[in-house]
């Protein structure tokens, strides 16, 4: 079992273009959560799909949008990006509600 | 959910036990206590979770005070790869409407184990 997959796992793009993050779940797992975390902060969710559809999101601008697709997997996509946007990037996978969320190791994204 | 608070810090000597504090005094009755851990430059790692009754498995104990308005995580016998910030997050465990999905992160305690 490959766990929580995530490409890529740095990036550098400069301020104003756009980009797409990839996560694919733990095999088994449905439900796909997005999370930002800055240097020496905790992770700040972003937003959840389960069934293909955004489920509950954060408080984040629309620029962030995302999709899940019918095999779970899921894709970030952050535009117009600012300094600001610079940070970690966490997906996790879980089956359904549970709150047992597997974590993939991370987009490290620096916007210039 | 629940606010949490942790100590920023704590050392704590290889081969020793380690006990990580949190307060969760406005938790409610469906609320359980979830604890999470971060290693430099990875996702955070599931380690437990509660209710009310003390839990164990082959990473850790947890224990949960009788009001469970606070827990305690146990590492029985800390290691150098225990090194980590260790998140302590309260979330309900029912699905109903309006009911947060998500896992709320604080700062969590930086756990350095000492050789």
């Known amino acids: 079992d490959a766990g929580v997959t995530q490409s890529p796992t740095h990036l550098i793009k400069t301020r104003g273009q756009q980009v797409t993050l990839r996560c694919s779940p733990k095999?088994?797992?449905?439900?796909v959560s997005w999370y930002q975390q800055a240097l020496g902060q905790g992770p700040q969710f972003i937003f959840q799909?389960?069934?293909?559809?955004?489920?509950q999101r954060g408080n984040f601008p629309d620029r962030f949008s995302g999709h899940q697709f019918p095999n779970y997997s899921s894709e970030l996509n952050v535009n117009a990006l600012l300094l600001g946007d610079s940070a970690l990037y966490l997906c996790?996978?879980?089956?359904?509600?549970?709150?047992?969320?597997?974590f993939g190791q991370g987009t490290r994204l620096t916007v210039v | 959910d629940a606010k949490t608070t942790q100590p920023p810090s704590m050392d704590c000597a290889e081969g020793r036990a380690a006990n990580l504090p949190c307060n969760h005094s406005?938790?409610?009755?469906?609320?359980?206590v979830y604890w999470y851990r971060q290693i430099h430059s990875q996702g955070p790692q599931y380690i437990i979770h509660?209710?009310?009754n003390n839990e164990t498995n082959e990473m850790a104990s947890l224990i949960i005070t009788e009001d469970r308005k606070s827990s305690t995580l146990i590492l029985p016998h800390a290691t150098l790869r225990d090194t980590a910030v260790y998140y302590c997050?309260?979330?309900?465990?029912?699905?109903?409407?309006?009911?947060?999905?998500?896992?709320?992160f604080g700062s969590g305690t930086q756990l350095t184990v000492l050789p």
């Open positions: 996790a996978s879980s089956l359904g509600w549970s709150a047992e969320a597997f």
């Open positions: 095999s088994g797992h449905d439900t």
């Open positions: 799909y389960y069934e293909e559809e955004e489920r």
């Open positions: 406005t938790i409610s009755g469906n609320e359980y």
């Open positions: 509660g209710l009310k």
């Open positions: 997050i309260v979330r309900v465990a029912e699905l109903s409407s309006g009911s947060a999905r998500q896992l709320t």
